[in-house]
């Protein structure tokens, strides 16, 4: 899913968007850390948000991408996993992690980002790209609305498993 390594500059906001890879892991990770933070989930071990990226770029099984604003730096990632529809018959994808650290909101670094996951969804021929946010991250929503996402019909259930062993 990553491909080559990449930058392109978002003309309309001079954003540079990049496919992470194993130079980026610092920089992901750091971004990451915020995201989880931001949703107040707490890792033991510091280390591990920057080992599951590093995982998830070697094994391929994700796509991260990371913007960079002129003077403020890498300040927001996209993390994007493959699936399937079934009921379209067609890839779908999940883009599971959308975040822009303080230094850059406003810079349209989260629509940058949003815009790259939609146009790579639609190249390789997904039938859509779902994600999911908190009922009170109305600032996110409204993002997601005012890039054509809808509300869809059905109603998310999760069940959540214990960790018997180690990581797999």
Do not use: C
């Not at 906001?13 to 130079?23: K, M, P, Q, S």
């Not at 890839?91 to 939609?118: F, N, Q």
């Amino acid at each position: 899913m990553n491909g080559q390594a990449s930058q392109e500059r978002q003309p309309d906001t001079g954003v540079v968007l990049r496919t992470a890879g194993e130079a980026d892991l610092d920089a992901a990770a750091a971004l990451f850390r915020g995201y989880l933070d931001f949703y107040e989930v707490r890792v033991e071990d510091p280390e591990r948000p920057r080992e599951f990226l590093a995982e998830r770029i070697a094994k391929d099984e994700s796509l991260v991408l990371l913007a960079e604003v002129p003077g403020a730096g890498t300040v927001g990632f996209a993390q994007v996993y493959r699936t399937f529809s079934s009921l379209a018959l067609r890839p779908a994808w999940i883009l599971s992690d959308l975040y822009v650290a303080l230094a850059g909101r406003r810079t349209g670094a989260a629509t940058a980002l949003l815009r790259e996951v939609l146009r790579r969804a639609a190249a390789a021929g997904a039938a859509a790209v779902q994600l999911e946010t908190a009922y009170d991250n109305h600032v996110a929503q409204g993002l997601y609305e005012a890039e054509g996402f809808v509300r869809d019909e059905f109603h998310i259930y999760v069940h959540e498993l214990k960790v018997l062993e180690g990581p797999a």
